[in-house]
């Protein structure tokens, strides 16, 4: 067995019946479909691959037929997929390698989804690492961005939320020269892409001046300080937990709210701040927000030091009571707009039959024939929580803390054909 096999987890494939790996017949693919085979015959485990064909230049149907003969030599199941260029509106004429890749991402998807894996490989290595950090230097990307790549990712199928799929990286302490080097010892041959040389690429370009001014002694010193920012990450993260502990969200109403001296606690650095607020829009958003470094500037100021409210990617930060509460612009129209009847505010954003479902273990207190009939937004200030009905004041799931006595809550009234009025806090406000 490899010696690189030897630093594959033998956890990895725990729990596992199936392994998929992506192989194009290049040699990082060649050679990560060769050692997880191994692998996979150590633990009892199946490994299958699967070819994407790109569909994008002349000759890739021959190559496809050598990868076949290569993975069969060596006993390896695989499903072959095309890009139906077609279908997409015609093939890409700029950033190629990008939606080259979201669109074979797509097909290890369908692939992992239809075949029951839960586990895939890809074949990348060290020099794709150094690339990607190159490349996220030029983009001026924060740490998260700088940091390199993990040996394993989890994440959740795009289109089944409930199925998960952690990618695993087993070269990517390898160059490209040892990576060739394990295929010429068992005399598997390989493929080069020609689309490697095209410099109009920018990738392919960082790629050949990494080549040109690093050799690979230089190269593994610059891979492992890389795990430095992984480290530093980890660190960070840390921080957001700790953070995130005394916040809040209400996944109902897409809200977040945080204590507003914990944001401003000396003890805290500005950069865990503004990663804080990014992890607020990106929840929010419910999708991966790109830091704009001018725009979380102003906001942090605004927030920090003006102590004002201010928009930053479709979310709204303003400052209520002692709280932190960030919203969606759209969202917060619901307390935005007056309808101007009886002081009241239109909730035509919220399902009267969803809002009703918060109070079913209300149902019992409901006298013959009364039901549930209308919901109203009760403002800031207007309620005393004296008024909650008990079970509503000692429920920790709709809020961190019950409100105490004496202080006004925001809250949604639901009310009864009967008149009677059960109220639902929607805010930290205390």
């Not at 150590?42 to 790109?54: F, M, Q």
């Not at 409210?309 to 612009?329: K, M, P, Q, W």
């Not at 079970?391 to 009234?413: E, H, M, S, T, W």
Request: proline fraction near 5%; aromatic fraction near 10%; charged fraction near 25%.
């Amino acid at each position: 067995m490899h010696s690189i096999l030897e630093k594959l987890p033998s956890h990895i494939g725990s729990g596992s019946t199936t392994i998929g790996v992506g192989v194009s017949g290049g040699p990082d693919s060649m050679a990560c479909a060769y050692l997880l085979n191994e692998f996979c015959k150590n633990l009892g485990i199946k490994l299958k691959a699967i070819i994407v064909n790109h569909n994008v230049r002349p000759g890739m149907m021959e190559e496809i037929i050598k990868v076949k003969k290569w993975l069969n030599a060596h006993n390896i199941e695989y499903e072959t997929k095309t890009i139906s260029w077609e279908a997409r509106g015609g093939r890409p004429s700029h950033q190629k390698q990008t939606i080259y890749r979201k669109e074979r991402y797509k097909l290890f998807n369908e692939f992992c989804m239809n075949n029951d894996i839960h586990l895939f490989a890809t074949a990348h290595h060290q020099g794709d690492n150094l690339e990607s950090f190159v490349h996220r230097i030029g983009l001026q990307s924060g740490l998260k961005g700088l940091n390199s790549m993990p040996d394993i990712s989890s994440v959740t199928s795009p289109t089944d939320n409930n199925y998960q799929i952690s990618y695993i990286k087993p070269l990517l302490a390898l160059s490209k020269e040892e990576i060739k080097e394990i295929l010429r010892d068992i005399n598997q041959p390989w493929i080069e892409d020609p689309s490697n040389e095209d410099t109009n690429d920018l990738r392919v370009s960082i790629r050949k001046f990494l080549e040109t001014h690093f050799d690979e002694k230089e190269s593994k010193m610059l891979s492992e300080s890389l795990s430095l920012f992984y480290e530093t990450e980890n660190v960070l993260q840390e921080q957001l937990y700790n953070i995130a502990s005394f916040s809040y969200f209400n996944p109902i109403f897409n809200f977040l709210a945080l204590p507003k001296h914990v944001l401003h606690s000396t003890h805290i650095p500005e950069y865990t701040v503004k990663r804080f607020l990014i992890t607020c829009i990106e929840t929010l958003r419910n999708e991966p927000y790109y830091e704009n470094h001018s725009g979380l500037n102003q906001l942090v100021n605004n927030l920090m030091v003006k102590q004002k409210s201010a928009s930053l990617g479709g979310c709204l930060f303003e400052y209520i009571g002692n709280n932190l509460v960030v919203t969606r612009d759209f969202d917060r129209k619901f307390i935005k707009e007056f309808d101007g009847v009886d002081g009241k505010y239109d909730l035509f954003h919220f399902d009267l039959d969803t809002l009703k479902s918060l109070f079913e273990e209300f149902g019992d207190q409901l006298h013959d024939t009364e039901e549930f009939d209308t919901i109203d937004f009760v403002p800031f200030g207007s309620i005393n929580p004296r008024l909650l009905p008990k079970v509503i004041r000692n429920a920790r799931r709709y809020d961190p803390l019950p409100p105490k006595v004496g202080q006004n809550v925001p809250c949604l009234c639901l009310k009864t054909t009967f008149e009677r009025e059960f109220f639902f806090p929607i805010h930290l406000s205390w």
